[in-house]
Protein backbone atom coordinates (compact mmCIF):
# COMPACT_ATOMS: atom_id res chain seq x y z
CA UNK A 1 0.00 0.00 0.00
CA UNK A 2 1.54 3.45 -1.09
CA UNK A 3 1.43 5.98 1.43
CA UNK A 4 0.55 9.30 1.03
CA UNK A 5 3.27 11.70 0.82
CA UNK A 6 1.22 14.80 0.29
CA UNK A 7 -1.71 14.19 2.87
CA UNK A 8 -2.96 17.91 3.13
CA UNK A 9 -3.14 17.96 -0.98
CA UNK A 10 -6.18 15.65 -1.27
CA UNK A 11 -7.66 17.90 1.31
CA UNK A 12 -7.26 21.05 -0.21
CA UNK A 13 -8.36 19.59 -3.83
CA UNK A 14 -11.68 18.67 -2.46
CA UNK A 15 -12.09 21.71 -0.85
CA UNK A 16 -11.39 23.67 -4.22
CA UNK A 17 -13.86 21.58 -5.76
CA UNK A 18 -16.63 22.43 -3.27
CA UNK A 19 -16.03 26.18 -3.75
CA UNK A 20 -16.03 25.80 -7.54
CA UNK A 21 -19.27 24.09 -6.95
CA UNK A 22 -20.71 26.60 -4.74
CA UNK A 23 -18.95 29.55 -6.59
CA UNK A 24 -20.93 28.26 -10.05
CA UNK A 25 -24.37 27.34 -8.45
CA UNK A 26 -23.72 31.36 -7.09
CA UNK A 27 -23.33 32.40 -10.58
CA UNK A 28 -26.26 30.66 -11.75
CA UNK A 29 -28.66 31.44 -9.26
CA UNK A 30 -31.91 32.58 -10.94
CA UNK A 31 -31.30 31.64 -14.18
CA UNK A 32 -34.15 28.74 -13.63
CA UNK A 33 -36.58 31.23 -13.36
CA UNK A 34 -40.01 30.18 -15.18
CA UNK A 35 -40.50 32.58 -18.32
CA UNK A 36 -44.13 34.02 -19.61
CA UNK A 37 -42.90 33.75 -23.35
CA UNK A 38 -46.43 34.49 -25.02
CA UNK A 39 -49.96 35.51 -23.49
CA UNK A 40 -52.87 35.48 -25.69
CA UNK A 41 -56.13 37.58 -23.62
CA UNK A 42 -59.72 37.03 -24.51
CA UNK A 43 -62.43 39.09 -23.74
CA UNK A 44 -65.40 37.47 -23.53
CA UNK A 45 -67.77 39.92 -22.01
CA UNK A 46 -69.62 39.29 -19.02
CA UNK A 47 -68.04 35.81 -18.64
CA UNK A 48 -64.61 37.65 -17.84
CA UNK A 49 -61.73 36.75 -19.50
CA UNK A 50 -59.37 33.90 -20.48
CA UNK A 51 -55.58 33.93 -20.47
CA UNK A 52 -53.46 31.42 -22.85
CA UNK A 53 -49.88 31.88 -20.84
CA UNK A 54 -47.01 29.94 -22.66
CA UNK A 55 -44.47 29.08 -20.11
CA UNK A 56 -41.06 28.28 -20.52
CA UNK A 57 -39.18 26.55 -17.26
CA UNK A 58 -36.30 23.63 -17.31
CA UNK A 59 -38.52 21.71 -15.27
CA UNK A 60 -36.71 18.41 -13.57
CA UNK A 61 -39.11 16.48 -11.56
CA UNK A 62 -41.36 17.34 -8.47
CA UNK A 63 -38.25 19.32 -7.22
CA UNK A 64 -37.84 22.19 -9.12
CA UNK A 65 -40.99 22.94 -11.81
CA UNK A 66 -42.89 26.01 -12.39
CA UNK A 67 -46.47 25.27 -10.53
CA UNK A 68 -48.19 28.54 -11.57
CA UNK A 69 -48.74 31.75 -13.02
CA UNK A 70 -50.17 34.91 -12.14
CA UNK A 71 -52.18 38.38 -14.21
CA UNK A 72 -51.66 41.02 -11.99
CA UNK A 73 -53.24 44.83 -12.13
CA UNK A 74 -51.07 48.07 -12.35
CA UNK A 75 -52.07 48.50 -9.03
CA UNK A 76 -50.34 45.14 -7.84
CA UNK A 77 -53.83 42.76 -7.25
CA UNK A 78 -53.33 39.33 -8.21
CA UNK A 79 -56.50 38.22 -10.88
CA UNK A 80 -57.87 35.10 -9.35
CA UNK A 81 -61.70 33.37 -9.71
CA UNK A 82 -61.03 32.27 -6.03
CA UNK A 83 -59.37 34.56 -3.71
CA UNK A 84 -58.12 31.74 -1.74
CA UNK A 85 -56.28 30.44 -4.79
CA UNK A 86 -52.31 30.40 -4.85
CA UNK A 87 -52.02 31.78 -8.13
CA UNK A 88 -54.17 32.71 -10.99
CA UNK A 89 -53.63 29.13 -12.61
CA UNK A 90 -52.35 26.82 -10.57
CA UNK A 91 -49.88 24.30 -11.97
CA UNK A 92 -50.25 20.33 -9.99
CA UNK A 93 -47.44 18.79 -11.92
CA UNK A 94 -43.67 19.42 -13.63
CA UNK A 95 -43.65 19.59 -17.45
CA UNK A 96 -40.55 17.77 -17.87
CA UNK A 97 -40.74 16.40 -21.71
CA UNK A 98 -43.72 19.77 -23.00
CA UNK A 99 -41.69 23.53 -23.38
CA UNK A 100 -42.58 25.52 -23.85
CA UNK A 101 -46.07 24.28 -22.21
CA UNK A 102 -48.80 26.68 -22.72
CA UNK A 103 -52.28 26.38 -19.87
CA UNK A 104 -55.19 28.47 -19.39
CA UNK A 105 -57.53 29.98 -17.41
CA UNK A 106 -60.77 31.52 -17.98
CA UNK A 107 -63.62 33.89 -15.68
CA UNK A 108 -61.21 36.21 -14.62
CA UNK A 109 -62.49 39.75 -13.96
CA UNK A 110 -59.92 42.99 -14.76
CA UNK A 111 -61.79 45.32 -12.62
CA UNK A 112 -62.47 48.90 -13.59
CA UNK A 113 -60.11 51.43 -14.93
CA UNK A 114 -57.40 49.11 -14.85
CA UNK A 115 -55.14 49.95 -17.86
CA UNK A 116 -52.19 47.62 -17.78
CA UNK A 117 -51.13 44.17 -16.38
CA UNK A 118 -48.41 41.70 -16.16
CA UNK A 119 -48.21 38.15 -16.50
CA UNK A 120 -45.56 36.10 -14.49
CA UNK A 121 -44.50 32.18 -13.74
CA UNK A 122 -43.46 30.80 -10.51
CA UNK A 123 -41.56 27.91 -9.81
CA UNK A 124 -40.88 26.16 -7.03
CA UNK A 125 -36.74 26.95 -6.61
CA UNK A 126 -36.72 30.40 -7.55
CA UNK A 127 -39.90 32.19 -6.97
CA UNK A 128 -40.86 34.56 -9.12
CA UNK A 129 -38.44 36.65 -11.39
CA UNK A 130 -37.69 35.34 -14.54
CA UNK A 131 -39.03 36.75 -17.55
CA UNK A 132 -42.79 38.55 -17.78
CA UNK A 133 -44.96 40.11 -20.32
CA UNK A 134 -46.50 43.45 -19.75
CA UNK A 135 -50.12 44.04 -21.54
CA UNK A 136 -51.83 47.22 -22.61
CA UNK A 137 -55.10 47.00 -22.70
CA UNK A 138 -55.68 49.92 -24.53
CA UNK A 139 -53.75 47.84 -27.29
CA UNK A 140 -54.96 44.64 -29.47
CA UNK A 141 -51.27 43.40 -29.35
CA UNK A 142 -47.60 44.28 -28.35
CA UNK A 143 -44.61 42.46 -27.50
CA UNK A 144 -45.51 38.64 -26.39
CA UNK A 145 -49.26 39.42 -26.47
CA UNK A 146 -52.39 39.54 -28.15
CA UNK A 147 -55.80 40.72 -27.30
CA UNK A 148 -58.97 38.98 -28.49
CA UNK A 149 -61.60 41.41 -28.13
CA UNK A 150 -66.22 40.38 -28.66
Not at 36 to 62: I, K, M, Q, R
Not at 133 to 140: A, G, P, Y
Request: charged share 25%; glycine share 10%; aromatic share 6%.
Amino acid sequence: MTKNRWPGVALVSMVCLLAGSITAAIAHAGEADADVLEVHAVDSGDAGWTFHVTVAHPDTGWEDYCDGWDVVTDAGEVLKRDPGDRFTRLLLHPHETEQPFTRSQGSLVIPPGVARLSVRAHDLVDGFGGKTVEIDLSRDSGPGYVIERP
